[in-house]
Structure formats: C-alpha cells, structure tokens
C-alpha cells in the first residue's frame, strides 16, 4: 500500500483534539439486533459493555467528528439522533460528524427497530433516549475541557487469521488494518487511535443473549491497555487516551473460516489478532500527516433492483430451506451449515423486500474526510471487498480506507458473482451490481475534489 510522504519538520500540522468514551450498555433487557435466529429473544446479561466513542478533530479551518457506536447500525433517524446530540452537547452546531456502527450482532434491537425489509424488530424510544442522552452527555463532557494540539501519524498493519471470505475461504478479503495515532505535542504521549478493519463481528452467534462488542471491543481494550503502558513507560501516566473503531468494507468478509469457536475466549484472541496489528503500526512511528483537513458529503440516488414476483420469491423460500434440512445432521459451527443458514435468511428478507415494494429510487449518503495525504470514504451499506478495491485503486489520495455501516444502513452492496450465485447478501440487496459502478464513480469524483 502506497504511504504518504513524511513532511519537512517546518511544515508539521497541529490539530486539536477532545476525545472520550462512554459506556452505552442498555439499563434494561431487551432483544438483540443480527440473528433473526433469535426470534426477539430478550438479553440476559451482558459478555463485555458496549461504548459510543467520540473523537473530535480540528484545524484552523475545519472540525470533523467520528462518533463510533457498538450496534449492529445507524439507519438514517437514529444517525441523525445521534449527529445532533453531538453537535448539541459540544455546543457547536457547524462540527461535521459522521455516525458509524461497528456491526457486532449483540447489541440492541431497541435502538434500530427493523433495520431491512424482511427484519423484525421495533424500535424502543426510551432504549434510544437512553442512548442519545448518554452520547450528549459525553460531548458536554468534552466540550468542557480545552482542546489538545495533537500530531497525526499514519500506519498500517495486517491481521492475518482474523477474518476471510465467509461466501469462499479463498476468496478475496482485505487483512488491512489502518490505524490513525495521534500524540500530544507537548509531550508524545498517545491520546487518541483510530483503526479500521473489514471483518464482520460474529464470533458470537444467536445462541449468544448477551450484550457485546464482540471482536472489535476486545481490540480496543487490548489496544488500550498497550497504550496506555506505552505512555506510562515515557513518562507520561496522565490524561486521555481512547481508541476507536471503524468497520470496514466486510459485507463478505468474517471469522466464518477463521474462528475456533463462539466464545468469549474466541472473541479475545480474535480481538488480539486485530490489536496486534494496530500495536506494532505505533510502534514504528508510521508517516505524520501534514496538511489541511477537508471533508465533503453528498446524497446520491441509487436505482433499486427489479424484485421478482411473491410466488417466485416463496419458491426460492422454500428451496432453499429444503437444501438446508438435508445438514440436519452436520455439526451447527460448521461453516456450510451457516452458509445454507444464511441463504434461507436472504430468501427471507427476499420475500419481505418484495411485500414493502420499496421505492424505485433510494437516497444514498457518501462522506469523504481527508487529512493530508489520508482519505477516508463512508458509506451506508456492507460492501463487498471487490468494489472497496476499486475505490481504493482509483483514489487521488496514496491512501484511502473505506468505511461501511456509515450514516444510515441500507444492505449489502454485492458484486457480479454474489448476484449471480444468488447468496444471502445478493437476495436481500437493493441494488443490482452496477449500482456500485455508479456509487464507485461519485465516490471517485468527490475525492478528487476535495484533493
């Protein structure tokens, strides 16, 4: 991967910084978001909390917010919800945030009611108030505090063993992990990481009803504890130090392939993976980032998929059930089984998409925000790892990383040969796969832009 350059010590660029998180664990049961395995089974504990984290960025020209929530998305209201929380509690009304979900499927139904056509689910407003006022509460909470002028540094790393292919073991994934590392500049210390990685948090299945973060909240508490002893051993023991997590373009990637069971156990050495990888970007140093932040967003229309008739969709139902009674007696962990599992799923939501009759046209929201030579593009679907390659190789910037489950959700976004072979993620899309062809090439367009 291309990296950028390393500027000239008289061109170094400070930015400020108000980081934090905050402990979003619902106070009542309630249903889990992710398997409708599940049947609207309510929670009875919690494995690990679950946290929104905020870091806030700025320079003499801009201020940018990541809010990163653990939930299994932000559809369009509740991102908006959680965006104006933000803005309210920091006090400033002109901060652009973007709204991002880690994807675990252990959080709350509560918050994302039925997130797809074909979903169950409702949404609970006082789980959500609960949600909100916490998030405003950890804004005002920084708002009271002076920024810090931090320095950026960027780095990248692989996770090898953390995820794969979950439609084909060898088929294409992206073991990149980017991680963004920002030090106070009066001391060196570490104040806040950002990383990003593209595997779906699954390790727990629907047998599991207690709330998680799954992989990436275990990633984040070792990438914590790391560095945090890494500031303790320079000397510096006080002050903020906070990490927070984007998803990646996982729509086909998981631990489908690589995982040794479903258990917390699992959940840490897969989140070990990930830290590991993060560890060792700090620890040598990466690139610094010089230069302006720029961000631009916009809202583009994306046709949907021609959807096919009732009784055809109640057809392909019901074969694929029919495939997936002849594994009654495979092992329930053995990934053909969760694979027949998932195509009887997407023939599911198949048959609820084509009962909503969605609109023809659906508003699609793209976010670009670069700092110096990184560019990081969002977006509101599980996208295949295909089509975040073309948005990376066809970048202005030496590098882009790719962000899913951004500022609303609308599905999976599946290449040519998910459509054609009809899997899960392909029945219970909206868009038929040239519709990444033109999302790809805005995306490409506003890069250039703001270049």
Do not use: C
């Not at 799954?214 to 790391?226: F, K, L, N, T």
């Not at 002893?229 to 997590?245: C, I, K, P, R, Y």
């Not at 230069?291 to 994306?302: F, H, K, T, Y």
């Amino acid at each position: 991967m291309a990296t950028p350059a390393a500027g000239a010590a008289h061109s170094r660029t400070r930015f400020s910084l108000r980081a934090g998180a905050v402990d979003v664990t619902p106070s009542r049961p309630g249903p889990l978001a992710g398997y409708e395995a599940r049947r609207g089974a309510v929670s009875t504990g919690t494995n690990d909390p679950l946290h929104a984290t905020l870091v806030v960025l700025g320079d003499e020209a801009e201020r940018m917010a990541w809010l990163a929530l653990d939930a299994i998305a932000v559809p369009a209201e509740l991102a908006r919800g959680l965006r104006d929380a933000v803005r309210e509690g920091l006090a400033d009304p002109d901060v652009f945030v973007v709204a991002a979900a880690s994807h675990t499927h252990s959080a709350p139904r509560g918050w994302v009611g039925s997130i797809h056509p074909g979903h169950s689910g409702s949404i609970e407003s006082d789980d959500v108030d609960e949600l909100i006022g916490k998030v405003r509460a950890l804004a005002a909470d920084l708002a009271k505090t002076e920024p810090e002028p931090v320095a950026g540094t960027w780095g990248s790393g692989n996770a090898v063993g953390l995820g794969a292919n979950r439609l084909t073991p060898g088929g294409p994934h992206d073991d990149g992990v980017g991680v963004l590392a920002l030090r106070s500049v009066a001391t060196g210390a570490l104040r806040a990481i950002v990383f990003d990685a593209a595997v779906h948090p699954t390790v727990y299945g629907a047998v599991n009803l207690r709330w998680s973060a799954d992989w990436p909240g275990a990633a984040r508490r070792v990438v914590s504890a790391a560095a945090r002893a890494v500031n303790e051993s320079a000397g510096h023991d006080d002050g903020t130090m906070v990490v927070l997590f984007l998803q990646g373009a996982a729509g086909d990637v998981s631990a489908r392939f690589t995982r040794r069971g479903a258990d917390s156990r699992e959940v840490a050495r897969l989140g070990t993976i990930a830290a590991a990888a993060v560890i060792e970007t700090i620890a040598h140093d990466g690139h610094e980032l010089n230069g302006p932040m720029r961000r631009l967003s916009r809202v583009i229309e994306l046709a949907r998929r021609p959807l096919p008739s009732i009784e055809v969709a109640e057809r392909e139902l019901a074969q694929a059930a029919a495939d997936h009674a002849e594994l009654a007696d495979m092992p329930p962990l053995d990934p053909r089984v969760r694979l027949s599992q998932s195509r009887v799923d997407g023939a599911l939501v198949q048959r609820g998409l084509v009962a909503a009759a969605p609109d023809d046209v659906i508003r699609f929201p793209i976010s670009v925000l670069a700092i110096g030579d990184v560019a990081w593009v969002h977006v509101p679907v599980e996208l295949f790892t295909s089509i975040g390659g073309r948005i990376r190789s066809g970048s202005p910037f030496p590098v882009t990383r790719v962000v899913g489950y951004a500022d609303d959700y609308l599905g999976y976004m599946v290449d040519e040969a998910a459509f054609e072979a009809g899997t899960y993620e392909a029945l219970s899309s909206y868009f038929l796969p040239d519709a990444a062809d033109r999302m790809v090439d805005e995306v490409r367009q506003m890069m250039k832009e703001i270049r």
